[in-house]
């Protein structure tokens, strides 16, 4: 089974989040200001992005292309020059309690909504928040028809598209306690055939990520806090819509949380050490993890 490197699944799951986002409305209703959204908090946030190991592993792929990050005004700039087919000037602007990014119509140039997302992760991480779980709230509110106040998407006459990040203060998400990975989330998954693929599927407090095809695939599923029938329900949509084989008899086998297995298949807790080094996974503080493996 192939293996995906740590920063290509970084970017898989940026460009997955941006065209989700890309993709939601909102009616514009603003969160609660803190006002604490200022130059100052520019300043933190681009510094945490500079020093983000992912965003360096990145530009260590191009080492003939230049890359400039700075503050001016009330905007973060990206700067990037070169011909190694990365290119562009990108401009992520306050506007009151919110860090914007204006995609221009008819654009196809995902790349700043891409280090938007890297943003993103530096905001949570000056706000103090876990970057999953702001990642999988907005994504699970999309799959829920659930207003958000955090991340919105405005699309103007002209077609342009701004996201807005509230980085004024922590974000309220009560709703995290009843999201799953549902039939939307999964509305993009397709069932798995003879070829190697990964993939991965946020939705609120969950993550699965999933690496093989229809005779050997690991789901890996994590959830924050303890796993409960959220991470159950999960699984089991997971593995209706992948339909690996013997996919008939865990549906009708696993009918509870459990570690086990039976034919074709075996669920385990936890992430053991083989398992991490296979596909360079690294475990998160205060994360469950349920392995659910179908093949020999």
Same mark, same amino acid.
């Given at each position: ?26 009616? !514009?209703? @603003? ?7 200022? @130059?100052?908090?520019? &300043? ?9 190991? &992912? ?15 700075? *503050? ?9 020059? %070169?011909?190694? !087919?990365?290119? %562009? @000037? ?11 990014? $204006? ?30 779980? $702001?990642?999988?709230? *907005? ?64 939705? %609120? ?6 690496? !093989? ?7 890996? *599923?994590?959830?924050? %806090? ?6 159950? &329900? ?20 696993? @009918?509870?949380?459990?570690? !086990? ?12 050490? $083989? ?22």
């Amino acid at each position: 089974m192939k293996n995906i490197s740590k920063i290509l699944m970084s970017l898989i799951l940026v460009s997955a989040i941006a065209f989700t986002f890309a993709a939601c409305s909102s009616n !514009g209703t @603003n969160a609660e200001s803190n006002s604490t959204a200022d @130059n100052t908090a520019l &300043q933190v946030i681009l510094d945490n992005f500079k020093a983000d190991e &992912q965003y360096n592993e990145y530009k260590a792929m191009f080492t003939n292309t230049t890359f400039e990050e700075k *503050v001016e005004g009330e905007s973060i700039i990206l700067n990037i020059s %070169g011909d190694e !087919g990365v290119s %562009g @000037n990108y401009e992520f602007k306050l506007d009151g309690d919110y860090l914007t990014y $204006t995609q221009p119509a008819d654009s196809e140039d995902y790349v700043g909504y891409s280090f938007f997302m890297y943003l993103k992760s530096a905001a949570d991480k000056y706000l103090g928040m876990d970057s999953n779980l $702001t990642t999988g709230y *907005v994504a699970g509110c999309e799959y829920f028809g659930i207003d958000n106040k955090y991340f919105i998407s405005e699309t103007d006459e002209a077609g342009a598209t701004t996201q807005k990040l509230y980085i004024a203060g922590k974000w309220d998400m009560p709703e995290l306690d009843t999201m799953y990975v549902n039939d939307k989330a999964l509305e993009y998954t397709d069932a798995l055939d003879e070829n190697d693929i990964n993939g991965v599927i946020n939705c %609120g407090k969950i993550r699965v990520i999933y690496y !093989g095809n229809k005779n050997s695939v690991d789901i890996i *599923v994590s959830e924050y %806090g303890e796993r409960n029938d959220l991470t159950y &329900q999960s699984i089991m949509n997971t593995v209706a819509k992948l339909q690996p084989t013997n996919a008939d008899t865990f549906a009708k086998n696993f @009918n509870e949380l459990k570690e !086990g297995e039976d034919d074709g298949f075996k669920v385990t807790f936890g992430l053991d050490d $083989t398992l991490k080094a296979e596909h360079e996974l690294e475990e998160a503080e205060g994360y469950e993890y349920t392995v659910v493996h179908f093949g020999k």
